[in-house]
């Protein structure tokens, strides 16, 4: 096709062929990445097409150009195709890097038939707290038990209204740790329903704790040479609920506590814990009345702490769910907050569970 349009003289009867003959398949999908020798072919089709438009566009459009123009079509094809498979190769990467992690994972997890009194390690469960609540592992023993506690009330409430039950998943691993999931699927009001705790505990190296917390200068920052991997600990609690009724919003919230103990090889480095999470609203259809309920409900529970949380979170909320190609925000917004330790963590915590 190209090597007629090129030997053609710029004549108008040529111009009238050119434009009437078939531009093959240009919107079909990229033969490129199932046969490679299909870029030659492919890039001489669109690079006729592109002469075509010139020549329809622009009468007086020389061969000179028609030549450069195909030229050009053929390189930033190449190029295209080159930048494809570039990126195709860090998925591969990305992806096997992420399979195998999430292999070893699986592997160290252990199905139990029952739920343990704690997802806790050894000395950190409610033996490990005193009666000022303090002691090892006091703030973690709280944290998993105000989201245990949580996690059987939101349980019980959902299945008072939808008449259905959870079913419960339960897992812990060898080295401390594991989680409870209950789903409820296909019920009567909600089509699923999820609410899941989870205990973890890992390591992370330096520069994922640098990410995490935004240190690089003071007192928290740790040696890029000197410090091993960070041993941390967190836990939480997520659910998302999807109504059958369309007029039903749909519910999402999760809230977490994190902690990092010394990193190995740094004697005497400080430790850091902090709070975060969130929850939003995100409707089929808007009803006001609906909107105005969930978030005067936020407002409220935020102003018993600080009545400066709620503008702050619920502006951190709308620029986290911010999609960025589409220039809108997904859902109606709600709260979110992150790397909160300005303040004595009894009281974070208290807030935590007012929420």
Same mark, same amino acid.
């Given at each position: 096709?190209?090597?007629?349009?090129?030997?053609?003289?710029?004549?108008?009867?040529?111009?009238?062929?050119?434009?009437?003959?078939?531009?093959?398949?240009?919107?079909?999908?990229?033969?490129?990445?199932?046969?490679?020798?299909?870029?030659?072919?492919?890039?001489?089709?669109?690079?006729?097409?592109?002469?075509?438009?010139?020549?329809? @566009?622009?009468?007086?459009?020389?061969?000179?150009?028609? #030549?450069?123009?195909?030229?050009?079509?053929?390189?930033?094809?190449?190029?295209?195709?080159?930048?494809?498979?570039?990126?195709?190769?860090?998925?591969?990467?990305?992806?096997?890097?992420?399979? &195998?992690?999430?292999?070893?994972?699986?592997?160290?997890?252990?199905?139990?038939?029952?739920?343990?009194?704690?997802?806790?390690?050894?000395?950190?469960?409610?033996?490990?707290?005193?009666?000022?609540?303090?002691?090892?592992?006091?703030?973690?023993?709280?944290?998993?038990?105000?989201?245990?506690?949580?996690?059987?009330?939101?349980?019980?409430?959902?299945?008072?209204?939808?008449? %259905?039950?959870?079913?419960?998943? *339960?897992?812990?691993?060898?080295?401390?740790?594991?989680?409870?999931?209950? *789903?409820?699927?296909?019920?009567?009001?909600?089509?699923?329903?999820?609410?899941?705790?989870?205990?973890?505990?890992?390591?992370?190296?330096?520069?994922?704790?640098?990410?995490?917390?935004?240190?690089?200068?003071?007192?928290?920052?740790?040696? *890029?040479?000197?410090?091993?991997?960070?041993?941390?600990?967190?836990?939480?609690?997520?659910?998302?609920?999807? +109504? #059958?009724?369309?007029?039903? +919003?749909?519910?999402?919230?999760?809230?977490?506590?994190?902690?990092?103990?010394?990193?190995?090889?740094?004697? %005497?480095?400080?430790? @850091?814990?902090?709070? %975060?999470?969130?929850?939003?609203?995100? +409707?089929?259809?808007?009803?006001? &009345?609906?909107?105005?309920?969930?978030?005067?409900?936020?407002?409220?529970?935020?102003?018993?702490?600080?009545?400066?949380?709620?503008?702050?979170?619920?502006?951190?909320?709308?620029?986290?769910?911010?999609?960025?190609?589409?220039?809108?925000?997904?859902?109606?917004?709600?709260?979110?907050?992150?790397?909160?330790?300005?303040?004595?963590?009894?009281?974070?915590?208290?807030?935590?569970?007012?929420?």
């Amino acid at each position: 096709m190209v090597a007629m349009a090129v030997a053609c003289p710029p004549s108008l009867a040529c111009r009238h062929r050119l434009a009437a003959l078939p531009i093959g398949n240009l919107h079909s999908p990229d033969p490129i990445s199932h046969n490679p020798s299909a870029l030659y072919f492919s890039s001489r089709s669109r690079a006729s097409y592109s002469i075509a438009s010139c020549w329809r @566009s622009n009468p007086s459009c020389g061969l000179s150009e028609l #030549k450069r123009q195909l030229f050009t079509g053929v390189v930033e094809r190449k190029k295209r195709m080159i930048g494809h498979e570039r990126m195709r190769m860090r998925m591969r990467i990305v992806g096997k890097v992420a399979q &195998e992690a999430e292999v070893r994972a699986m592997e160290d997890e252990q199905m139990q038939s029952e739920r343990p009194a704690t997802l806790l390690r050894e000395g950190e469960g409610a033996e490990g707290v005193d009666a000022a609540g303090g002691g090892a592992g006091a703030m973690r023993a709280r944290y998993e038990g105000m989201i245990r506690r949580a996690q059987d009330e939101i349980c019980a409430a959902v299945e008072g209204i939808d008449g %259905g039950q959870f079913r419960e998943d *339960v897992w812990t691993r060898a080295g401390g740790g594991g989680g409870i999931s209950r *789903v409820l699927q296909n019920g009567n009001v909600w089509e699923k329903a999820g609410v899941n705790v989870s205990v973890v505990y890992g390591t992370m190296p330096p520069e994922a704790y640098r990410a995490a917390t935004g240190s690089g200068s003071g007192t928290s920052a740790i040696p *890029v040479n000197k410090a091993g991997r960070i041993p941390f600990f967190a836990a939480g609690i997520s659910s998302v609920m999807h +109504p #059958k009724n369309p007029f039903a +919003p749909t519910v999402h919230f999760n809230y977490r506590y994190f902690e990092t103990d010394a990193p190995e090889g740094v004697d %005497g480095a400080p430790r @850091s814990w902090w709070f %975060g999470g969130g929850t939003d609203l995100t +409707p089929s259809y808007i009803i006001e &009345e609906d909107v105005s309920h969930f978030h005067k409900i936020q407002k409220q529970a935020c102003d018993k702490f600080d009545p400066e949380y709620y503008p702050k979170f619920k502006k951190w909320c709308d620029n986290y769910f911010l999609i960025k190609h589409r220039g809108e925000r997904r859902g109606l917004g709600g709260i979110f907050f992150d790397d909160l330790n300005d303040r004595d963590p009894a009281d974070l915590f208290a807030f935590s569970t007012g929420l």
